[in-house]
């Protein structure tokens, strides 16, 4: 298996792209974290740090396509326009902190912080491909997702600890410009010969979501999974708070963050492996089915357990999705279709949270209902849609 990774390595560009994902991953792991400790501490207020986080979140997603679009019609340099006002809104949000502003001003630098983040993942999975060439794309892909695993480990961590150890505006400070710099290392990437030449009519709102069912499908898929994965990131602590200590949901959390590490770099290393719409079934049929094992465990040690199984499922899938995503979207397109999965993806963790925070009234294990469902009625729509994904399921346009 690390024959793979070491061959994948030694191919020229592959250490400064896998830089530029680890830069990036842990910078958008620790984004919420870090934001939600720097403005509470500035403002003593959750509902200051929650509204906060949001304008982040609302500006990166919203604006995610047209972002995308941009960058494959300019090419991996398009990355180093979105930097600048990224850290300035950034910049912004930290001095407002420290400066003791009123929410709103705070609110309005992360909107616009949110607004220019650079596609800096999706850009670094079209590049993949070509850094690794075809026969190591998966090993690129599984490199990419488990890093994006790894980051969701370290990042909350690393941004307890510097809040901790100095202050939560410090933690903020050093973990935003890892983003940045990532964004800076990729856009010295070369451009494909496509790029920066007039690309073809798109709708001016859907793009490649509109030209693609199969892109539809994941889509949809991936609006399931953050439902889910939202509602988990408040049914963990609202069980750990039930068992005694909130912090405890840490345990959880990242226990399904390593098992989607180990099966992301066995999947990455592994050969020859199925057609990866079959892997993405498979994993989000694992992933759906260990999730249903949460509702008769209602224990966090059961629910620690079964996330086990779910993050193997996870990251089965995830790999999958981002071999498929080079199937169900032309390569001029590339990036954007990324960024339609990832903001969907968004919109889900939203609507998963919101609701399991409701549902959290009547304990931690009501919010249960909300973490199994929506997976599992997306397993079951990814099977009826599997024929969408197979081979090169892009419509014309």
Known sequence: MS?????????????????SCALGWLSFASYALATVLAVEAATRSFAAAGATVAALSAGAGLLAPARGRLVD??????????????AAGLGLLVLGCASSQPAWMLCA????????????????????????????????????????????VVGPVLTA??????????????????????AIVLS???????EGAPAPAVHRVWGVLGESAGLRT???????????LGALEVAAPALAAEAGAAELAAVPLAVFALGSIAVSVWSGGRRPPRAASWRYVTGYSVFAAALLCCLPA????????VLVIA?????????????????????????????????????????????????????????????????????????KRLPTLKDRAVSEP
């Open 3 to 19: 024959s793979s990774y070491r061959a994948l390595l030694a191919r020229p560009g592959a250490w400064s792209v896998a830089l």
């Open 109 to 152: 630098s992360a909107a616009l912080a949110g607004a220019f983040a650079p596609p800096l993942i999706a850009t670094a999975r079209a590049v993949w491909p070509r850094v690794a060439g075809p026969d190591l794309a998966r090993t690129g892909h599984a490199l990419n997702v488990a890093l994006g695993d790894a980051a969701q």
């Open 298 to 305: 209602r224990s966090l040690a059961a629910v620690t357990a």
């Open 161 to 182: 600890a510097l809040a901790a150890l100095v202050s939560p505006l410090f933690a903020l400070a050093i973990l935003a410009p890892g983003a940045m710099v990532g």
């Open 311 to 383: 993050g193997a499922g996870y990251g089965l899938l995830n790999v999958a999705m981002f071999e498929l995503l080079d199937g169900v979207a032309r390569p001029h397109r590339a990036v954007e279709a990324l960024t339609w999965i990832t903001t969907w993806e968004a919109v889900g963790l939203a609507g998963g949270a919101g609701g399991a925070g409701q549902l959290s009234r009547g304990g931690g294990s009501d919010t249960l209902i909300l973490v199994a469902v929506p997976a599992a009625l997306a397993a079951a729509a990814v099977i």
């Open 218 to 228: 994941l889509v949809i898929c991936e609006l399931a999974l953050g439902l889910s």
């Open 73 to 86: 019609r300019r090419g991996p340099r398009a990355l180093a326009y979105f930097v600048p006002g990224h």
């Open 188 to 194: 010295r990437f070369p451009a494909r010969g496509a």
